[in-house]
């Protein structure tokens, strides 16, 4: 098996970790096999658009998500170090309103399966980081949605809270939970 799989207290929600093969040459592994990851976690899904992006040290991306066309997404850190983040929005789940966070780095190789109906965000705790992450859907502006991401009816506890994080426009204006779309 070319994973490891983790559950995580949020229904869905996995942790895995490649098998990886070291020598004195350096490191080799698959970061991503459709029969493996299947096979690993019982999940299929077809992967439509793999985004990558490069952020500084306290950069704070989300809690982005899509309320139609939902994304599932596998996240991995290709350099540095980020804690990645995700919010149960399922009406339906028995981890409705809960989060998980896990810290994901180029060093431990770990990646982390989201499902569809769940909002995604990471801060940068390394120097920076580079988040490499594939999804089930499309981006679709007009359906995309942004939680606020120190909501305190959530309560996600950021690593580095004195700190306030750099954000985006649209993540210092998302809206909190009261007003926030959800899924069924």
Request: hydrophobic letters at 40%; glycine letters at 8%.
């Amino acid at each position: 098996m070319a994973y490891d799989v983790t559950p995580t207290a949020l229904q869905g929600v996995l942790v895995l970790q490649p098998q990886v093969f070291s020598d004195q040459r350096g490191f080799f592994y698959e970061s991503f096999n459709a029969r493996d990851f299947k096979s690993a976690t019982g999940v299929e899904r077809t992967f439509v658009q793999d985004n990558h992006s490069h952020s500084v040290h306290g950069v704070l991306r989300g809690l982005h998500y899509q309320i139609e066309h939902p994304q599932g997404k596998l996240v991995r850190v290709i350099r540095g170090e980020a804690f990645d983040v995700a919010v149960d929005l399922r009406r339906g789940s028995p981890t409705f309103l809960k989060w998980t966070g896990v810290t994901l780095s180029a060093e431990n190789r770990r990646q982390l399966w989201i499902p569809e109906g769940f909002a995604h965000g990471f801060l940068v705790t390394g120097e920076s980081a580079e988040v490499s992450y594939k999804v089930t859907d499309y981006w679709h502006a007009e359906h995309e949605r942004c939680l606020l991401w120190n909501d305190p009816e959530i309560g996600i506890r950021w690593p580095n809270s004195a700190t306030p994080p750099l954000l985006a426009a649209k993540d210092a204006g998302a809206i909190g939970l009261k007003s926030c779309e959800l899924f069924p």
